[in-house]
């Protein structure tokens, strides 16, 4: 992921709120307020999110008419996004961090967001603001800000997460909380949490609409990537698509590495509409493809077993995809950083590489499956070479239905 430098506070999420009250309000929006944004399109998993905090004038872009999505937020930034969209009155008095000074850009809101309750220092009244936020820390944040607590035993709600090991103690019953209150957006598999990975704009702006949601200060939209939104029911007229046919696809990363008899939960998105023979539109560009990746005898090969649609709409899917046979060869001396550059990595392919290579701290943006690479590294420590099963997911996995479609 781009790691971000210093911003202008002009160039940030920016938000405009009024009232008095312990819970946040929203403005009304100007009519010139920016709705759309040069690289955010229609079948943006976040659109809707972006567009309907945009439209009351909550979010902004940057003059190129961009929102840059997929930007990181640092705790600064984030703090200056809580300073301008919660409209709440002080719980606790001030405090002076040592690494912000006080005319620091962001020293109002940090002081703002830490008297709300919203956000704290680290030990020796430290801040770290320039520290990009993962997403567990938006979760707490929000979480403890508007004072949400658990209904029942957070290990219960934690449960549905298939990462949930890798929540921190300290959070677990703050992530709970925003789980049970619908505040928890996970994209692109809604039972990832992947909670220590950095936020990005576009995460930060969802789970900022939830927050207001759940105040009672917007309207619920349906979305796949609510955890615990209820599904919309499925359409009455079924329609067949039939064996044979191909459906294209598309992933974020130009790349995805797995280790030797490595199997990983993945999700795709499908890149063009799939229409019948009149033009109507069957399956929609964006529409999830759910299923794994695996080694298998020769390569490897995706395995798709569900379709998510805009709506909430789940329908199972008998597809594969090409066994992929391209491989990459993990050396000693090998440039981690090329290797991994804008790629997805099985848990057991990174163990690989940090074995091999000896850099135990991987640069790469996203590891699949939520497995630590820790518990895997025994299996290649003391080899001098392993061969990875290299995907190119755009141009390698469209996938083939072995079964008749039912929509």
């Known amino acids: 992921m781009t790691h971000l430098t210093k911003r202008s506070s002009t160039a ?21 307020a920016q709705t759309t944004f040069n690289d955010v399109p229609a079948n943006y998993w976040a659109q809707t999110f972006i567009q309907e905090l945009a439209s009351r004038d909550i979010i902004k872009g940057f003059p190129d008419g961009g929102f840059r999505p997929n930007d990181p937020v640092t705790r600064a930034q984030f703090a200056a996004m809580l300073s301008k969209a919660m409209n709440k009155a002080p719980i606790r008095g001030g405090v002076t961090f040592v690494d912000v000074s006080s005319n620091y850009w962001a020293a109002n809101a940090i002081q703002k967001s830490y008297t709300t309750g919203f956000m704290s220092g680290y030990p020796g009244n430290v ?34 997460y298939a990462d949930a090991a890798g ?3 300290y959070a677990r019953n703050s992530v709970a909380a925003a789980t049970e209150n619908r505040m928890v957006v996970n994209y692109p598999n809604v039972q990832f949490l992947n909670p220590n990975q950095t936020a990005t704009r576009a995460e930060v702006a969802a789970f900022i609409y939830q927050a207001l949601v759940r105040s009672g200060q917007a309207t619920a939209i349906a979305s796949p990537y609510i955890v615990g939104q209820v599904a919309t029911p499925p359409v009455q007229n079924q329609v ?20 030797p008899d490595e199997k ?37 090969q995706f395995f798709a077993s569900e379709l998510v649609f805009a709506n909430g709409r789940r329908v199972p899917i008998n597809a594969t ?19 991994v550059q804008n790629a997805a990595l099985g848990a057991a392919a990174a163990a690989a590489i940090a074995a091999v290579t000896g850099d135990r701290a991987l640069a790469t943006e996203e590891i699949l499956g939520g497995a630590g690479i820790g518990t895997l590294l025994g299996l290649f420590i003391g080899r001098d070479s392993v061969t990875l099963a290299s995907v190119n997911p755009n141009t390698d996995l469209a996938v083939t239905l072995n079964s008749d479609l039912v929509l």
């Open 127 to 160: 801040f770290e603001p320039a520290q990009n936020i993962p997403r567990v820390q938006i979760l707490v944040s929000l979480s403890n800000g508007l004072g949400y607590s658990a209904s029942q035993a957070p290990e219960t709600i934690l449960q549905t």
């Open 167 to 169: 929540i921190p103690n």
């Open 12 to 32: 940030l999420l920016v938000a405009s709120f009024i009232g008095s009250s312990a819970l946040p309000f929203i403005s009304i929006a100007p009519t010139f």
């Open 264 to 300: 990983v939960p993945l999700t795709l998105s499908v890149s063009q509409n799939i229409a019948n023979p009149q033009g109507t539109i069957l399956i929609p560009t964006g529409t999830q493809v759910v299923g794994e990746l695996r080694t298998v005898s020769g390569g490897a």
């Open 240 to 259: 067949r698509i039939p064996a044979g046919n191909t459906i294209s696809v598309q992933y974020s990363k130009d790349k995805i590495l797995l280790g």
């Open 321 to 339: 995809s090409k066994v992929v046979t391209t491989t990459e060869q993990v050396q000693k001396g090998l440039s981690v950083g090329k290797l």
